[in-house]
């Protein structure tokens, strides 16, 4: 079996796991990294990559064995983004990467207009609404989880990402 874990480091960001077995693609955990560690706090990041590993070793049949991949986005500073926005996004995204390399994962860096091309090319709809609607024919994946009313668009990114690294597996 694979496993994907896809990670969008922004504040507004996700972090999903996906399996890929006999019975298709399927969410295995996911959250939304503001809640599973505000502020950034490098011991509920780690915590939330294990919480996905962990997801991903469970949903593994008995016996079974599984490869896991991780994809984080590269991206970089946003047009008139503040210094002060800019590197605390950027401490983020370096935390996530430490974190992914300290476990032995080998790490996919796409930016953003790579898994876009790759997976959202014959989607209907205009920017964030490609990759919802894209992660919506995820089966198990819940856009707008508990405490939201409205799709979030740092979980489908972040299942994106994850769909991204099972078709570069």
């Given at each position: 079996m694979n496993a994907s874990i896809g990670i969008d480091p922004g504040l507004e960001g996700g972090i999903?796991?996906?399996?890929l077995d006999n019975g298709g693609i399927r969410c295995v955990y996911q959250?939304?990294?503001?809640?599973?560690?505000?502020?950034?706090?490098?011991?509920?990041m780690r915590r939330a990559v294990?919480?996905?590993?962990?997801a991903v070793i469970e949903a593994t049949?008995?016996?079974?064995?599984?490869?896991i991949s991780?994809?984080?986005?590269?991206?970089?500073?946003?047009?008139?983004?503040?210094?002060?926005?800019?590197?605390?996004f950027g401490h983020g995204?370096?935390?996530?990467?430490?974190?992914?390399a300290g476990h032995g994962?080998?790490?996919?860096?796409?930016?953003?207009?790579?898994?876009?091309?790759?997976?959202l090319k014959n989607i209907p709809g205009e920017g964030k609404e490609k990759a919802i609607m894209r992660a919506s024919q995820v089966a198990g994946i819940q856009l707008i989880p508990a405490g939201c009313r409205v799709p979030q668009d740092g979980?489908?990114?972040?299942?994106?990402?994850?769909?991204?690294?099972?078709r570069e597996a």
């Open positions: 999903v796991a996906l399996v959250a939304l990294t503001h809640r599973v560690a505000p502020n950034l706090e490098p011991d509920l294990m919480d996905a590993r962990n049949p008995e016996g079974g064995g599984y490869s991780a994809v984080l986005e590269r991206v970089g500073a946003m047009p008139k983004q503040g210094l002060s926005s800019t590197f605390n995204r370096g935390v996530w990467r430490g974190l992914l994962w080998h790490v996919l860096e796409p930016r953003p207009a790579d898994w876009a091309r790759a997976l979980i489908a990114d972040a299942c994106c990402l994850a769909l991204f690294g099972l």
